[in-house]
């Protein structure tokens, strides 16, 4: 935000010293300099425009004020879609379905089991160094405050999270559904893409 408002601030005295200059040259010599000043001015936005595309947003836990939002404390563990969290093989029917009937995601928005009674279906949680929880799922180890994280792979639980006794911040509390159309539109929401995009590529190296 500070370099946008850095920029705009450097553009506006450029273009008032320019527009300054060509009044007072004009009026000595006679000639024009609307030419060179449309030049300085598209160098100048070219210049911006660059520099826009290539700022890295910042991660999530520093993009927002998170504090505004109620926090709780969890125990936070990992689990797959996988017969060693679930039970069932790629072969069951009902491999990968949550109890609230979508499918497991990860993504900047992805699906977590809970205790319903404490975090209903639904329930949006924002989980620093994992991301947006949406509480799609339960699990008859998950009692009390307790929240249980998809990731695609074993070795992902193991390696990204494992287990951590954690503050999470509640964004929207569940009305106890969840619809793919719903839990599709969260992730593409266009305000928030810069930072899907970002996630998205650091959780596929």
Not at 130 to 156: H, R, S
Not at 171 to 180: F, S, Y
Request: no cysteine; glycine share 8%.
């Amino acid at each position: 935000m500070n370099k946008t408002q850095n920029w705009i601030k450097r553009f506006t005295m450029t273009l008032l010293f320019l527009l300054a200059l060509s009044v007072t040259f004009q009026a000595i010599t006679g000639i024009n300099l609307n030419f060179f000043i449309k030049q300085v001015l598209q160098m100048e936005v070219h210049a911006a425009s660059s520099q826009t595309v290539n700022e890295t947003p910042p991660p999530l836990e520093e993009a927002f004020d998170w504090s505004k939002y109620p926090k709780t404390t969890v125990i936070a563990t990992g689990y797959t879609a996988g017969f060693e969290s679930t039970g069932k093989n790629e072969s069951h029917p009902e491999y990968g379905i949550t109890y609230s009937g979508v499918k497991v995601k990860r993504d900047l928005y992805s699906t977590v089991a809970a205790d319903l009674s404490v975090f209903p279906i639904g329930t949006i949680l924002f989980i620093p160094e994992y991301g947006y929880g949406v509480v799609a799922d339960k699990g008859g180890a998950i009692k009390g405050n307790k929240v249980d994280l998809y990731y695609e792979t074993v070795e992902d639980v193991y390696n990204k999270w494992g287990k951590k006794e954690i503050d999470v911040y509640i964004i929207e509390q569940g009305k106890g559904k969840l619809t793919e159309a719903e839990l599709q539109a969260l992730n593409e929401d266009k305000t928030m893409q810069v930072f899907r995009q970002q996630y998205i590529s650091s959780e596929r190296k």
